[in-house]
């Protein structure tokens, strides 16, 4: 059976993405990505890569399809066609325990880490801060929280979910969420509309059944699930 290969970086990032004691990948991105193959009957094979060479990877036809909590934006849409979305995130601003941020307004000016080109660095801009660039090499995700407890930023964005497993940290703190419901899918290269009707039909149905919605509660009740579950009988 031709296995569905997806392309994401080794990111430690629970409860999206993790890794078990033998080293399996877990969390809700790989369940989400298992049902989506048991639906098209294609065993996952994860294609491992930095954050950046993501998209060129699955350009070059080197893997079937981007798999890795990745927003859509204007820039990555000009490059690679999106299925349609698996997750819905707010995005929240960490900070450390002591900070005076409470609120958007208090980050005009000060220096805030985010991803690279991503939406979170858009709505950092927006909001007047100062954006210092993490451009995914190696665990960006963890060079930003380290950046924020050495002091070099003053705080951190990306969606809710990232920060959920540093909520027991007494030196960190969520400071606020934003509603801005950023999507996240999957996305194949512009050459292979198929693969993404088919990945898109997949996770249409998972999302029906309910199974994409019993996913999310598994791995993270802390956050208000986008996706209803199926009413008996209906």
């Not at 990948?25 to 298992?34: E, K, L, T």
């Not at 294609?42 to 890795?68: F, H, Q, S």
């Not at 801005?180 to 899918?185: D, F, L």
């Amino acid at each position: 059976m031709k296995p569905l290969r997806l392309i994401c970086t080794d990111l430690n990032a629970p409860p999206v993405v993790g890794r078990t004691a033998d080293g399996k990948r877990q969390g809700f991105d790989p369940d989400v990505a298992a049902l989506v193959g048991r639906f098209l009957q294609r065993p996952i094979e994860w294609i491992l890569t930095e954050w950046w060479e993501m998209i060129p990877t699955v350009m070059a036809g080197r893997g079937d399809a981007v798999w890795c909590w990745l927003t859509p934006t204007p820039e990555r849409e000009r490059l690679i066609d999106f299925t349609e979305p698996y997750a819905f995130f707010d995005d929240a601003v960490l900070v450390r325990a002591g900070s005076r941020v409470h609120s958007a307004e208090d980050l005009r000016g000060r220096v805030v880490g985010a991803v690279s080109g991503g939406n979170s660095h858009r709505v950092a801009s927006d909001m007047g801060a100062i954006v210092l660039p993490f451009f995914g090499v190696g665990d960006h995700i963890g060079q930003m929280v380290t950046a924020l407890r050495e002091g070099r930023v003053e705080a951190v964005i990306d969606d809710d979910s990232t920060w959920l497993h540093l909520r027991s940290e007494p030196d960190l703190r969520v400071a606020f969420s934003l509603p801005t419901h950023q999507p996240c899918a999957a996305a194949a290269a512009k050459t292979h509309p198929e693969i993404r009707e088919a990945i898109s039909g997949a996770i249409r149905t998972v999302t029906a059944d309910g199974s994409l919605a019993l996913a999310w509660r598994r791995w993270m009740p802390e956050l208000a699930c986008p996706f209803d579950l199926p009413r008996p009988g209906g």
